[in-house]
């Protein structure tokens, strides 16, 4: 996508997740500073809002998601096996990074509601322009 090459989409810490929680706060820790390093800007989502634009509700599961894409962008990355869950979050956090920087930070909370149906024509248009193929 043209305008936005060097900015990195990270999805934040799901807060309530249970299980290696200081492991993926050091990776997260590591990955930030080293951006910071190499002075590539970068912007988090909320994992409720990877899970509302892939999956269609904040409850979506990464198998939710992924059937989401599957059916709704034809893309399938179900071959490689579970590395294809991260690439269907990957495909939807560059797409909400997308969303973000032309609508920018103050936009940006009200459009990812996605509840208004002309509000999600808008999207679906501007991320055609971007070259994602996402029906909202």
Same mark, same amino acid.
């Given at each position: 996508?043209?305008?936005?090459?060097?900015?990195?989409?990270?999805?934040?810490?799901?807060?309530?997740?249970?299980?290696? $929680?200081?492991?993926?706060?050091? #990776?997260?820790?590591?990955?930030?500073?080293? @951006?910071?390093?190499?002075?590539?800007? /970068?912007?988090?989502?909320?994992?409720?809002?990877?899970?509302?634009?892939?999956?269609?509700?904040?409850?979506?599961?990464?198998?939710?998601?992924?059937?989401?894409?599957?059916?709704?962008h034809?893309?399938?990355?179900?071959?490689l096996g579970?590395?294809?869950?991260d $690439?269907?979050?990957?495909?939807? #956090?560059?797409?909400?990074?997308?969303?973000? @920087?032309?609508?920018?930070?103050d936009q /940006?909370?009200?459009?990812?509601?996605?509840?208004n149906?002309?509000?999600?024509e808008?999207?679906?248009?501007?991320?055609?322009?971007?070259?994602?193929?996402?029906?909202?």
């Open positions: 996508c043209k305008g936005w090459e060097g900015i990195v989409g990270i999805e934040n810490y799901a807060f309530k997740a249970k299980g290696k $929680l200081f492991q993926i706060g050091e #990776i997260g820790g590591i990955l930030k500073y080293h @951006l910071g390093n190499l002075t590539l800007p /970068y912007t988090l989502f909320a994992p409720v809002h990877v899970k509302m634009m892939g999956g269609g509700h904040s409850k979506a599961s990464k198998f939710d998601i992924a059937m989401n894409i599957q059916k709704k034809h893309l399938d990355f179900s071959g579970d590395l294809s869950y $690439l269907y979050d990957a495909y939807t #956090i560059a797409a909400l990074t997308a969303l973000k @920087l032309d609508y920018g930070n /940006y909370s009200s459009i990812t509601s996605l509840a149906p002309s509000m999600k808008k999207l679906r248009k501007k991320l055609t322009e971007k070259g994602f193929q996402y029906s909202l």
